[in-house]
Nanobody, 119 residues
């Protein structure tokens, strides 16, 4: 079993930067098996949408809406994934969720952290 804990949410001005962190905890075996980690976001009344993903090997994908502004990174030694958000826009306001998937396709979600971008 894996637990994910996001941190770093808050209020940011438009055009500013902010960084989210997601720390994974659990048994060593479970943590080593986490091949895929990513960030998703959700606004009221809308489905959760992909923001960025990263594999254990460092391959990344991004939603078109954040390409060039957000950067996902991962510290495998710390079992932590980061989301650096630059040039933030009011439409980036959402609850951001961390997701992890094991090689056995087990899926884990964090509890979410609110990011609010003021105009």
């Amino acid at each position: 079993q894996v637990q994910l804990k996001e941190s770093g949410g808050g209020l940011v001005q438009a055009g500013g930067s902010h960084r989210l962190s997601c720390a994974a905890s659990g048994s060593s075996f479970s943590l080593i098996s986490l091949n895929y980690m990513g960030w998703y976001r959700q606004t009221p009344g809308n489905q959760r949408e992909l923001v960025a993903t990263i594999t254990r090997g460092g391959s990344t994908t991004y939603a078109d809406s954040v390409k060039g502004r957000f950067t996902i990174s991962r510290d495998n030694a710390k079992n932590t994934v980061y989301l650096q958000m630059n040039s933030l826009k009011p439409e980036d306001t959402a609850v951001y969720y961390c997701k992890a998937q094991s090689a056995g396709l087990d899926i884990y979600w964090g509890q979410g952290t609110q990011v609010t971008v003021s105009s």
